[in-house]
């Protein structure tokens, strides 16, 4: 995600420094590839609680390490390859050692995408079968068959072909809810999830598609909290190793902001950027979560993830820069 905010913005060498630090990270061996490593690169996250400090405003666990650096998180392999397909398409060079990595995790994945796994929000209750975590299987794919066809390298294109159209096949049927009109956070279930704004963002499906515009007035009507995005509702507690209830999440808001710039709702997308940019604190930095009600940031800070997300949601929604949504193939303008 990093990365991709940095080609947008033009650092090529950025990317040509982390597919060097990946080929070494994974040296060839798919299942290698974590989700999260050390400021050093290490490997070994382990996680313990500290009972005797009692956190920043009592903000219990204190936590050393993070056992999701162990979970599968089948998303990861989709932003992995759509990375390395935007940093060719900004002019990084080919590499054959590189292409032959990417290929490699894609025969993990035609093993694992059919796995429930812990997802996004690194769940610590049962792995499911999230929409998300699908949806980015099938970049993954798609952005193999885009290399082959539109950047020249060599691979298996109809079996990925074969392999992404299943994915689409299935995630419509199961993780779409037609009386709730809308994609939902995991196959059976109900529930919402913000993630699901990633839908039109990655391309799977265009922004004027009803089960998008469905899926996006759902989250609306339960995700908002004043006018901002919760990732999901924390009905049970343990689910991500915390008690129910949080904040708004700000990258989720600002994903909010550029579907409502792919379905032309321009004032609000603009109005809304506004007012999470009007967040920052007096350094310009944002936290993970804002709370609404005591009007104060929350969560991890600074987080880079929402920065992140803000630098997309400025490109999409200023028209004198280029969008990324059109180079990550939502072709739905």
């Known amino acids: 995600m990093t990365l991709l905010a940095l080609l947008h913005a033009e650092h090529v060498d950025e990317a040509l420094d982390w597919r060097r630090w990946l080929l070494r990270a994974v040296a060839g061996d798919p299942s290698d590839l974590q989700i999260m490593y050390g400021v050093a690169g290490e490997r070994r996250l382990t996680e313990f609680e500290l009972p005797w400090l009692p956190g920043y405003e009592d903000s219990a666990p204190v936590r050393v390490g993070n056992a999701a650096s162990e979970q599968l998180q089948i998303d990861v392999y989709g932003e992995?390859?759509?990375?390395?397909?935007?940093?060719?398409?900004?002019?990084?060079?080919?590499?054959?050692?590189?292409w032959a990595l990417q290929k490699t995790l894609l025969g993990y994945l035609t093993r694992a995408w059919p796995e429930p796994d812990e997802g996004i929000w690194e769940i610590r209750g049962k792995r499911r079968h999230f929409v998300h975590s699908k949806v980015m299987a099938w970049v993954?794919?798609?952005?193999?068959?885009?290399?082959?066809?539109?950047?020249?390298?060599?691979?298996?294109?109809?079996?990925?072909?074969?392999v992404r159209d299943a994915i689409h096949a299935e995630v419509c049927e199961r993780g779409f809810d037609e009386e709730l009109g809308s994609f939902v956070q995991s196959y059976e279930s109900k529930d919402l999830d913000a993630s699901l704004l990633m839908l039109p963002l990655v391309g799977f499906l265009p922004a004027s598609d009803p089960r998008i515009r469905g899926t996006i007035e759902a989250i609306e009507a339960d995700l908002l909290q004043d006018g901002l995005v919760l990732r999901?509702?924390?009905?049970?507690?343990?689910?991500?190793?915390?008690?129910?209830?949080?904040?708004?999440?700000?990258?989720?808001?600002?994903?909010?902001?550029?579907?409502?710039e792919l379905v032309g709702r321009?004032?609000?997308?603009?109005?809304?950027?506004?007012?999470?940019?009007?967040?920052?604190?007096?350094?310009?930095?944002?936290?993970?979560?804002?709370?609404?009600?005591?009007?104060?940031?929350?969560?991890?800070?600074?987080?880079?993830f929402t920065h992140l997300a803000l630098v997309n949601s400025a490109f999409n929604v200023l028209p004198h820069l280029p969008s990324p949504m059109h180079r990550r193939g939502a072709h739905s303008r």
């Open 80 to 98: 992995v390859m759509d990375a390395l397909y935007q940093a060719r398409s900004h002019g990084l060079a080919k590499e054959p050692h590189a």
């Open 140 to 162: 993954a794919f798609d952005r193999a068959v885009r290399t082959v066809e539109e950047q020249g390298l060599d691979g298996p294109v109809d079996e990925w072909r074969r």
């Open 232 to 260: 999901y509702r924390t009905h049970h507690e343990g689910v991500d190793g915390l008690p129910a209830g949080e904040g708004v999440f700000l990258p989720c808001s600002f994903w909010l902001v550029d579907c409502y």
């Open 266 to 304: 321009h004032d609000e997308a603009h109005a809304l950027f506004d007012r999470l940019a009007g967040l920052a604190n007096d350094l310009g930095l944002l936290t993970e979560e804002y709370d609404p009600v005591a009007q104060r940031l929350l969560g991890n800070f600074p987080q880079a």
